[in-house]
């Protein structure tokens, strides 16, 4: 949980994005679509326990959002804190009050966090190749083992459709995308590049960010898939610095490659799946005075298998390895550390009369470093009619130490345990008629052997959370949708009594959008964070301060013109002056316009 000795803090956070689309399924349901993060395997939203939130990759683009760090925004019970905008800014999520370090992010299967060190930068994560983002909280995401917080999954577009954009805006920013596919029967390929730049808000700000992927699909046999992902992405960035401490010449390289390659097969009522994946990425600091060089990689691999029993029961059942290999070389310290790890996980579905399902799993997972973890999880969903769900989870999950947290030389401790939690929620959903949809969620968390101070950390820290979440998302007239939240945490350090830094009481948003026969469409988009505590750096000890709540205001109109479509906007249209951590302030009015053809 965000502790006070966790280094800066929790910034906005904002609206559901809901895809209402009907489906159909073995018991009545009103309106949801499938999912992958629940249990690993698809299902439909509307029959898991967990509470999982789905965005479209071409949704999140006609709004003109570029990275990940972007998105999610947008979601209720998620928040994100950002130093600096931009491609060149640092953007992390908090899930229900946790740390960045605490919420697994996950590329096309492949754990990000298995090389990060500090929680994963969601603004190096471009939008230009997703096809969807979901986004799982509290207890379910213990099927994933190091996910203490949530899970943030990203899966990138298999389509085969060509298309290019160009966008420029304020603060000299400046971008190009181009995809080429192919399609032939029975598999298909997609290519893509993508640079974006920025000259900054503030000195030393300007960034350099190009991403590229591919995407390659494969028959592999009767009813079977062999699936290629690679995804490569590079920037050197200016460091400017809090306000307090500026650092003018500080500069910033990062590397990130991955590669997945995944097996499918399909027969009858059974699926099963393998993966083998690898990771590499790479850090680079310099400054006067100062250099570091961080290196990490990962290679690992997975095997599932569901069988569908004639009851509507499923059993889901895998296998994970993976081993990572970290070095950090700087001019005051040097190390290198390895580590290996294997889980294996079992989830029971299984349908109790006509109307309620019932989830029962756990997962174990075998540390070279720190030893074994097995965590329990229990869910349930019931339809109380065809337009009312209810749906409650409880389980248990963890967060495991990092490499620099067990291995810096004099500042570490090999001895560190992961951090624990349980958790729970409950919520319930309504669709009391066609085109409106309510969602009503509480939560809990109550963590404990939280890692704590600088040199040497800790397992000392505890923490609860306690919070309510309201979304609605309407189709009120022709052509007119609004969609909003607002979600109120209360979270304690219990060892001090204490609000937990970076954490807002409320936070909120909406969005009302139309859209006219001849194909415009406008956007508005609200944000609102109330006052949250964070920490001074600038004095010494630091000092608790309270940074102001804020609302942003956002633009968005897009014309299409045969197939080219035209889209411009406005973000923090009010000019608002605001922190979402002390001593990084946001940038001010900015505006863009975007050219694009085959999105």
Known sequence: MALRTVPTGIAAVGILLFVMAPVRGQVPTFEGEEVTVPGLRPQLSTTTPAFVSVLGGEELRRLGFATLGDALRFLAEVSTRAAGGGPGGFTQASIRGSTPQQVLVLVDGVPLNATAQFGVNLSTISLAEVERIEVLRGSYSAIYGNALGGVISVRTRPSAKTGYSMVGGSFGSAGARLRLGRAWPGGRIALGAEVLGTSGDRPNSDATRWTGTLHLELPGGPQRTLTLVARHSASTAGLPGPTFFPTPDDRLDDVRTLLALTWAKEAGPQTMQARIWWLGDRLA???????????????????????????????????????????????????????????????????????????????????????????????????????????????????????????????????????????????????????????????????????????????????????????????????????????????????????????????????????????????????????????????????????????????????????????????NLLDSRYETLRGYPAQGRTFFVQFALGR
């Open 285 to 571: 600091q310099t400054s006067p005075g100062f250099s570091s060089d961080d290196r990490g990689g990962a290679l690992g691999g997975a095997f599932q298998r569901v069988l569908r029993r004639p009851d509507g029961a499923v059993l889901t059942w895998g296998l994970e390895l993976a081993r990572s290999t970290f070095s950090s070389t700087s001019t005051f310290a040097t190390f290198q550390s390895d580590a290996a790890t294997w889980a294996g996980y079992l989830q029971y579905d299984t349908v109790l009369g006509p109307r309620t399902h019932l989830g029962l799993g756990a997962r174990y997972d075998a540390h070279s470093t720190y030893g074994a973890q097995v965590n329990p999880r229990l869910g349930f969903v019931h339809l109380a009619s065809d337009r009312v769900r209810v749906r409650g989870s409880v389980g248990r999950a963890f967060r495991a130490p990092t490499f620099f947290e067990l291995n810096y030389p004099g500042c570490s401790n090999p001895a560190l345990r992961p951090e624990e939690a349980w958790a729970a929620d409950l919520g319930l959903e309504a669709a009391p008629r066609p085109g409106l949809l309510l969602r009503l969620n509480g939560f809990a968390t109550v963590a404990r052997n939280l890692i704590v101070g600088g040199c040497d950390p800790q397992n000392v820290g505890s923490a609860r959370i306690a919070g309510i979440s309201a979304e609605a998302a309407w189709r009120i007239g022709e052509g007119w949708t609004a969609q909003g939240n607002l979600t109120w945490t209360d979270g304690v350090d219990r060892d001090t009594g204490l609000r937990l830094l970076r954490v807002p009481p409320w936070q909120g948003s909406a969005v009302l959008r139309r859209i006219w026969p001849s194909g415009a469409a406008a956007s508005l988009l609200v944000t609102y964070t109330s006052a949250r505590d964070d920490l001074d750096t600038s004095t010494f000890p630091a000092t608790r301060v309270t940074l102001p709540g804020y609302v942003t205001v956002g633009l968005r109109y897009e014309q299409s013109v045969g197939p080219l479509l035209l889209l411009a906007g406005v973000d």
